[in-house]
């Protein structure tokens, strides 16, 4: 069942073009002490006081797994040990000592350094975003780690049976050198995401997701081997292979690497010298591929697979504006309104712009339109108006637009009806886009759609009819300022500022909710307000039910079943908006990004 979105904003506002503050996120604390730690910038590519204190605040605790073999190590302990040759069109670091064989290890320094023995360092990368050259409230901090070999995975070479494997086993996937990484990204100085490296991919997650923190330190599990990070201890498989076998990490808490002790802390920049001068190698950092007759039909890998690119041409180092591995869909521009329906959100930026996303808070957002005013969402349907013209889609987020009708000031979608006011005169269609309209009301402010119910406020009386389109109108409240209908529930801000509600038929008695009010919406079971100061409340069941604190500084609430959407702002950046999912205490899901300066606004663009 899909829910139709109703969306509140300070009463008298319109359309307002506000601004982000992460007051969501959880407070920071005062940063611990870690002056007895190795930490230190490189010279080379210096670092703020700030930046670098919060590099080493949020470094990761990294548990290395039981039976881990291959540990991490400086990069300069690999370099003593390696020597540049060229085969075909790229440079690799080679080993000085053969390996031995394809899948041998015979130089000692591939079993690296261990951290309970040694302060191996992590290399914390700082990156300020940046979108088509403007500078954003995103900051990056990457904790690149290296590894001198990697383990590949033992694999079927035949047929993987219901008895075992058929053929035999071999191992492959090997390669000397190993970069991983854990990505931080902060809204302003406020953590929100943490991104973790996975073979070709990664997961992201939420800063402050259950289990995954020490502290402020993120805690994460290298699997053995291949030192793919994850937030848990257990058995990841990552992929099935066409002879029935698949491709497993196992993580658990054997040794814990603490990377605040020799953390190393420098800044993006185009060219590097002194220590780290190794970030500007383009070339592999390993010995080149061999042993792939029999394997890389299979797995696509070979017994030993060529070394890894380095972390400067990995597209993540770079400073512009990109979403995280396994979390695409942000996008840059101040929101001035968002409506939520179902598993659809739709955002409107300050410039006009449309933009619509299905499916999780993490799916792709997909343009719609330029030039809109309003925007509206119910079912599978998606609704504009771009100057005085309303055009409707229905279908996928892809679907041709089909004009409804001109001189339309204000646009509402539910089910299959659609509504429009024109001149002052509301409108309602049933069926088809193509359907005839049928007159509702003259003199009318705001019209508003639920399922079968029509409500509209003309000269400042709200009256709400039920049935077909030709029903009577049932009185509702003499002094309404706004109106909200889901389900059997009507809502009424009055213009003294009291939040009214009642449930059942059109005749039922209110219930005063909460006085004070800039404004109201409902959704299914919920209620929703916000009062003086942009302090919004929610409150789940019956209409007595007690009100959940949700969050400070809003300017727009919107409630769609078990969705919650907000606007924020804290006078400084604009527009930026929230969404979560789930119970009234679950956390918030970033939508978009902002600009740090005050130019221009537009952006047309979509990151993900």
Known sequence: MRHRSVSVRRWGAGLIATASALVLLPALASPPAVAAERTRSAATASVSSADEELARRYAPRIWLQSAEDYFPSSVEWSLENTHIETHGDDQFYVTNEPLGC??????????????????????????????????????????????????????????????????????????????????????????????????DGGQALVY????????????????????????DAGRHTYRHLPNGDTLDDDTDAGTLWDTRKGLQVFSWQDKYSGDLEWLNFTGRWGNWKSGCGISEPITGECVLNDGPKGPSMKEVFKPHMQALD????????????MVIDGDRTGVLTTDGTAYVREGDAY??????????????????????????????????????????????SSLALSGNRVGVIRKGVAEVK???????????????????????????????????????????????????????????????????????????????????????????????????????????????????AEWVDEADAVTSLV???????????????????????????????????????????GHKGING
């Open 430 to 544: 049933e069926g088809d886009l193509n359907a005839g309209w049928v007159t509702q009301a003259e003199g009318v402010s705001s019209l508003v759609l639920s399922g079968n119910r029509v409500g509209v406020i003309h000269k400042g009386v709200a009256e709400v009819k039920e049935g077909d389109l030709k029903a009577e109108w049932g009185l509702q409240e003499k002094n309404a300022a706004s109106l909200s209908l889901s389900g059997d529930r009507v809502g009424v801000l009055t213009t003294d500022r009291t939040a009214l509600v009642k449930a059942g038929d059109l005749h039922a008695d209110w219930v005063n909710e909460f006085g004070g009010v800039t404004g109201l919406t409902l959704s299914d079971t919920r209620v929703g307000v916000l009062v003086k100061g942009g302090k919004a409340l929610v409150k789940e069941g019956d209409l007595s």
């Open 208 to 231: 402050g997701a259950e289990g995954i923190l020490d502290g402020d330190q993120p805690v994460v599990y290298a699997a053995q081997g291949s030192h793919g990070l994850y937030p």
């Open 102 to 199: 394809d899948s041998c290890t015979n130089p000692g320094f591939l079993s690296g350094q261990r951290p309970d023995h040694d302060d191996v360092p992590a290399y914390a990368e700082v990156v300020h975003r940046t979108e088509n050259g403007r500078a954003t409230n995103i900051t990056d901090i990457i904790y690149w780690t290296f590894y001198p070999y990697n383990n590949g995975k033992r694999v079927c070479i035949g047929w993987q049976s219901p008895f075992g494997c058929v053929g035999g086993y071999s191992t492959f996937g090997n390669h000397v050198g190993d970069w991983e990484h854990v990505t931080i990204r902060f809204v302003g100085d406020k953590p929100y995401q943490i991104s973790l490296s996975q073979h």
């Open 363 to 408: 799916a792709n957002w997909m343009y719609q339109a330029d030039g809109v005013s309003s925007l509206a969402l119910s079912g599978n349907r998606i609704g504009i108006v771009q100057g005085d013209v309303a055009s409707v889609k229905e279908g996928g987020l892809d679907a041709g637009w089909v004009r409804q009708s001109e001189g339309v």
């Open 326 to 337: 396994g979390a695409p869909g942000l996008f840059g521009g101040a929101i001035a309104d």
């Open 559 to 601: 409630l769609s079943g078990d969705r919650i959407g907000i606007l924020t702002t804290d006078g400084t950046t604009e527009g930026t908006a929230y969404v979560k999912q789930g119970g009234l205490h679950a956390k918030w899901g970033l939508q978009n990004f902002t600009f740090r300066d005050k130019g221009d606004k």
